[in-house]
């Protein structure tokens, strides 16, 4: 027989832990015992796989997770296997000292169980591409960790695009990723992490090929990054409590979107936000799972390894979070920086405390069709394919169920059945009783949603300086159903915490997040001095950053973090998950208060006093500097101005650093808006004249200084600015003057709109406002005194008579068909009345006269051209050998006959199965008729028919087809690499067995260097080793029986892949 699946029938055996299963595998040497539990945590019920194609959904099914397995290795403490038993085994092993992949040599032979099958074992170091590490990891032991009560679940979107869905195969692609994921899971489930996290596959999306060429830009992983982010989002639930709601989304592609050797690409710190929660991963294998892993720690707020941190000396010993992926023979493991930077936000992501395995779900009775369509209730009914019937419109849908498959989409069928109660039948729409009927609140069985009680609030964001904690809350108490209200109001809530100023000089929070970026971010091929800017009101969640040396300002692809300020034009408003909430001078979320103009917290500037004075100085030599005068901390509302053209500079100190924050000696000045000291400021040049001016308040005091161009040139600067009365002791200077503040009063600011459109009857009112009195500008109501508000005073409005309701209708639609007898086109008609504004509105029906025009025609009846239309091809005429295939053809029109143009298909194909029994190998010649073409020979004279595995195309593994074993194993991709490389077909040569020692002639592979031979001159060159590699990374596994009776299925020795031991043939 062949070689079939090692899997049919393990040992299994009932405890605590559920079903266990025992493997036996010899990998380079070494004998493994694998002991094996399922994985009932990646997928959750409800979770469902669904594949697109042309923006539309084609079908949808459950996800099944029954092959999924983690485990540990006997008598090896702190070895784990992530691992699928779904087509042979496949996944990871990692032991004591390295990691490897597994994978099955061929796929879809599951038929016969008797012999088990061959697999393939690599290291993971063999698929590494930068410099090998020779450093190991210490000897102390790290545990898989166990599940919690507190456990943080990242419940997953998984969108697999068309080229790694065409690369693995349709049939195939799902059980890959499945184990792609478990992998992932593993991998957070590791001890140096120190936070329990589960990853959750709620959702698995195989993405159409258009969908997938729309969503990648070549070479713009920036851009790429965005449309799949808002891509997810799209595709988000739009009820929280459905079990398909993911916090997070995971896009695999085999399209180049970046740079050559860009893995991955993500934002940093966007989990749980609906458009920063994702990931973009280039999918290469296995490994990739360690690219997933990586690029999901960004999104959890790790940064880099030694880049803004101070673990730079764990990157060369295998940490998922550095920079360049290493080839270290070490295990993987988290950085000491990686778990602190996750100990730092994983308190503020709510949407990842929810557990998917322990749903409340709703009480019956419940409509069973709320989550199943027509379309979905048709496939069930009579298989894949089928839809809602199309050929034939029903007066009521919900009456009986007629479905039709697209091959033939007038021939319907029904079981006679309706459809499900609460199955939408129309927009808006359910059927109930065999009627299609509204969806509203008023119906018998409709639920409004009513809150949860709120969580306990989280942690701070920052431990000074103003942070922010949150709380949560759910619409299941209960949860809306049957057309119910959802709960009004917000689900989470915010509250500023450790408000108190750090200790210190003051520093600006924002540009601390950019400054942190000075060692190790490059723009333009070099390191930049970083300093923060504020883009418009759309973008000021972001960290934006400007270079103090070029002024370059550079997007960071990240949100600040909570607790950083909205705007230097808001001292109080914070940010909080990519959004901003508005504060309080009280520090309080959502309250109007304000400071006064001198920083009094709802006050009425009663205790603020405006600063003003000039002063003029004459230097009378040309000095560095000359000090003009300060101005203390707390100062607000601050200009200063030249009275006159000078040719010297204003320059600006702030006294508690020492440092310049303007015109610092030796800089050109220019006009600028700029950050400084926690403010924006402004400073322009104008006709010769320099002026600058920041709304405040100072945190410290700064000294306004001039920096002199010539000998005995006046300067003369007017300044002005607002203090509280209680920092008058501090101002020494004795030429100033205090103004008295602001007046406010009651003004006329509008009236409010009329009771009623028009027929007269109808009242409106008048509004007053607080107005200043000094610019008559409208501030807030509470600097005015209420008690002297003005009574309202009330005028009628709208006194004309009301216009005659009539029937609107708009233009017609498309027609449906473009022939046959189903064609229709829509319009929409509606009853309008005119108002006196010019404007309309809508009313019912039953107000127009008439009757409603009709809203749907007929339309294309035109009878349909014929066309060619073919059957599936019949099995091969020949068991062995070559043979024939038939299909049928026939010529089919709308009307049942008619005239097809172009040429008929092919009906009879030539097809070729394995030789016959004694059949000579021989060059065959194959018809021309049926289309074939001469196959490409192997050296030893045999046709090439093509690689009997997936992993052939693996790139890392095209070193080895230099081995005839292998070169017969992959013998089209390894001809394309020959091709490619030397110009000229494969060298002839005797035949050879798989993996067998028989001599071959050296190609130069890439991406091999060569070198010439030691035997002399002339001789031919040979494959230089790649820098650090071994020579035996990968072997082949063949199935024997086990030497004892509790074991079902092993595997022992195997061929080299990278050397010269001896094949070993599978037993039975």
Request: a positive charge.
């Amino acid at each position: 027989g062949g070689v079939q699946k090692p899997s049919a029938a393990p040992v299994q055996r009932r405890g605590a832990a559920g079903r266990l299963l025992y493997f036996n595998v010899t990998v380079f040497g070494k004998e493994l015992h694998l002991r094996l539990r399922p994985n009932r945590r990646l997928v959750p019920l409800g979770a469902v796989a669904e594949w697109q194609e042309d923006f539309e959904v084609l079908f949808r099914e459950p996800l099944q997770q029954r092959c999924l397995f983690t485990g540990d290795i006997s008598g090896m403490p702190g070895a784990a296997v992530a691992i699928s038993n779904c087509d042979g085994l496949a996944g990871l092993i990692r032991t004591d000292s390295n990691e490897f992949f597994i994978e099955p040599l061929e796929r879809g032979q599951q038929e016969t169980e008797e012999h088990g099958r061959a697999h393939v074992v690599y290291r993971r170091s063999a698929i590494r591409q930068d410099g090998l590490m020779t450093e190991r990891l210490g000897d102390a032991e790290r545990k898989r960790r166990h599940a919690r009560k507190d456990d943080y679940n990242i419940e997953v979107l998984l969108a697999v695009d068309d080229s790694v869905v065409r690369f693995h195969g349709k049939e195939h692609v799902q059980n890959y990723v499945l184990t792609l994921m478990n992998i992932v899971d593993e991998i957070y489930h590791d001890e140096s992490l120190g936070v329990h996290i589960n990853i959750v596959l709620v959702r698995m999306i195989m993405v159409g090929y258009r969908q997938s060429v729309s969503l990648i830009e070549r070479g713009n992983p920036s851009r790429s990054l965005e449309q799949v982010c808002r891509w997810a989002h799209s595709q988000q639930r739009s009820d929280p409590e459905h079990a398909e709601y993911h916090d997070h989304a995971v896009f695999l592609t085999r399209q180049d979107f970046g740079p050559a050797g860009m893995q991955g690409y993500a934002p940093v710190t966007g989990m749980c936000h609906p458009l920063r929660s994702c990931t973009l991963n280039h999918e290469d294998g296995f490994s990739s799972a360690f690219v997933v892993a990586h690029e999901t720690g960004h999104v959890l707020g790790m940064e880099h390894d030694g880049q803004g941190n101070r673990c730079a000396d764990e990157t060369s010993m295998g940490s998922i979070m550095a920079p360049l992926v290493q080839a270290a023979f070490h295990r993987y493991h988290w950085s000491r920086c990686s778990k602190q930077e996750l100990n730092r936000y994983i308190h503020s992501y709510d949407c990842l405390l929810d557990d998917p395995f322990e749903h409340q779900w709703p009480t019956l009775p419940e409509l069973p069709g709320i989550n199943y369509s027509m379309d979905e209730q048709c496939r069930f009914d009579f298989g894949v394919g089928y839809k809602t019937c199309t050929a034939f419109r029903t007066f009521d849908p919900c009456k009986q169920l007629w479905c039709s498959h697209p091959d033939n989409p007038y021939f319907c069928k029904t079981k006679k059945g309706p459809p499900l109660d609460g199955t939408e039948c129309s927009p808006g729409k359910w059927c109930f009783k065999g009627h299609c009927i509204w969806k509203t609140s008023e119906q018998p069985y409709s639920q409004d949603g009513s809150w949860s009680s709120w969580s306990k609030f989280g942690s701070c964001s920052r431990t000074c300086g103003g942070g922010v904690r949150s709380r949560s809350r759910n619409c299941d108490n209960p949860p809306p159903a049957y057309g119910g209200r959802h709960c009004p109001g917000a689900t989470y809530e915010y509250q500023v915490c450790n408000a108190e100023e750090c200790p210190g000089p003051y520093q600006d929070f924002r540009a601390q997040q950019c400054s942190k970026r000075n060692s190790y971010y490059t723009h333009q091929n070099s390191k930049h001095a970083w300093l923060p800017y504020e883009h418009h009101d759309g973008e000021r969640q972001w960290l934006i950053c400007r270079s103090e040396g070029t002024g370059d300002v550079v997007f960071m692809n990240q949100v600040v973090h909570d607790g950083t300020r909205c705007s230097y034009r808001d001292p109080y408003s914070i940010c909080v998950r990519g959004e901003c909430v508005h504060v309080g001078c009280d520090k309080e979320v959502g309250s109007l208060k304000q400071d006064d103009k001198c920083g009094v917290c709802g006050g009425d500037n009663s205790h603020c006093r405006t600063v003003k004075g000039t002063l003029a100085k004459t230097p009378k030599q040309l000095v560095g500097v000359l000090k003009m005068f300060e101005i203390p901390a707390g100062a607000r509302h601050l200009q200063i101005e030249e009275m006159e053209p000078a040719s010297h500079s204003i320059a600006v100190k702030n006294q508690a650093t020492g440092n310049f924050i303007l015109n610092a000696k030796g800089k050109e000045a220019k006009s600028q808006v700029f950050i400084e000291m926690g403010l924006e400021w402004e400073y322009t040049i104008e006709h010769g004249k320099e002026s600058l001016k920041t709304s405040g308040p100072l945190h410290e005091a700064i000294s306004v200084l001039v920096i002199p161009q010539e000998e005995e040139a006046r300067s003369s600067l007017m300044y002005r600015y607002i203090i509280h009365e209680d920092l008058l002791p501090m101002i020494g200077n004795n030429n100033v003057l205090l103004e008295e503040m602001d007046s406010y009063e009651w003004a006329l600011k509008s009236w409010s709109q009329c009771s009623k459109a028009c027929g007269g009857g109808s009242i409106q009112y008048t509004k007053y406002g607080c107005r200043r009195k000094s610019d008559n500008r409208m501030v807030h109501r509470n600097f005015c005194d209420n008690s002297k508000k003005p009574k309202p005073i009330r005028r009628r409005c709208n006194l004309q008579e009301c216009s005659q309701p009539a029937w609107v209708a708009e233009e017609w639609g498309a027609c449906s068909r473009s022939c046959g007898k189903l064609g229709v086109q829509a319009r929409a008609v509606q009853c309008v009345q005119r108002l006196q504004d010019g404007t309309n509105r809508t009313l019912h029906t039953k107000y127009c006269p008439g009757q409603r025009p009709e809203t749907r025609r007929p339309c294309s009846r035109l009878p349909c051209p014929a066309q060619w239309r073919t059957g599936a091809w019949s099995e091969c005429s020949a068991s062995c050998g070559e043979g024939v295939q038939q299909r049928q053809v026939v010529c089919k029109g709308s009307e049942g006959g008619g005239r097809c143009e172009g040429d008929k298909p092919e009906a009879v194909q030539g097809c070729h199965v394995a030789l016959c029994p004694g059949e000579r190998r021989r060059r065959r010649r194959y018809h021309s008729g049926w289309g074939a073409s001469l196959p490409k020979l192997l050296p030893w004279g045999e046709p090439c028919l093509g690689d009997k595995s997936i992993f052939c195309q693996m790139e890392v593994l095209a070193r080895y087809c230099s081995i005839p074993g292998y070169n017969k194993l992959c013998c089209e991709s390894c001809g394309k690499k020959t091709s490619s490389t030397t110009g000229s077909p494969p060298t002839t040569g005797p035949r050879s067995p798989l993996g067998s020692a028989a001599p071959s002639p050296a190609l130069p592979l890439s991406p091999h260097p060569t070198a010439p031979a030691r035997g002399g001159p002339g001789g031919d060159p040979t494959p230089a080793p790649q820098a650090g590699f071994e020579g035996r990374d990968l072997m082949l596994l063949f199935p024997s029986p086990c030497p004892k009776q509790q074991h079902k299925m092993c595997w022992r020795g195997g061929s080299w892949l990278g050397g010269s031991a001896p094949v070993l043939r599978a037993w039975g």
